[in-house]
Nanobody, 122 residues
Framework: QVQLVESGGGLVQAGGSLRLSCAAS????????MAWFRQTPGKEREFVGV????????NYDGSVLGRFTVSRDNAKNTVHLQMNSLKPEDTAVYYC???????????????WGQGTQVTVSS
């Protein structure tokens, strides 16, 4: 069982940066792939980025590639999402999730945080 708690959301102007954090409790954190998803009202949850358990492999959605970076600190059971060059269309509730598999499909993630709101003003 893994419990996840996100933090770091807020309001930022377009072009600015935010860093989201996700703290995990439970055992064997380093065995889980950790992903970030986001969701806006009326839309399905969409994949943002994922990092492997070791931290050696990442994958990103094309809309954030080059702007967002996922990293993790297995010693501290945390994963981060560094968001740069933010755009109004990045506005969403951001969720971190954990899975035993390095995949992009939200259905493969059994563990989720409560989400944190990110709002980018134009």
């Amino acid at each position: 069982q893994v419990q996840l708690v996100e933090s770091g959301g807020g309001l930022v102007q377009a072009g600015g940066s935010l860093r989201l954090s996700c703290a995990a409790s439970g055992r064997l954190f380093s065995t889980y792939a950790m992903a970030w998803f986001r969701q806006t009202p009326g839309k399905e949850r969409e994949f943002v980025g994922v990092i492997s358990g070791s931290g050696g492999t990442t994958n990103y959605d094309g809309s954030v590639l080059g702007r967002f970076t996922v990293s993790r600190d297995n010693a501290k059971n945390t994963v981060h999402l560094q968001m740069n060059s933010l755009k109004p269309e990045d506005t969403a509730v951001y969720y971190c999730a954990a899975s035993s598999y390095f995949v992009l499909n939200s259905g493969a993630y059994p563990y989720w945080g409560q989400g944190t709101q990110v709002t980018v003003s134009s």
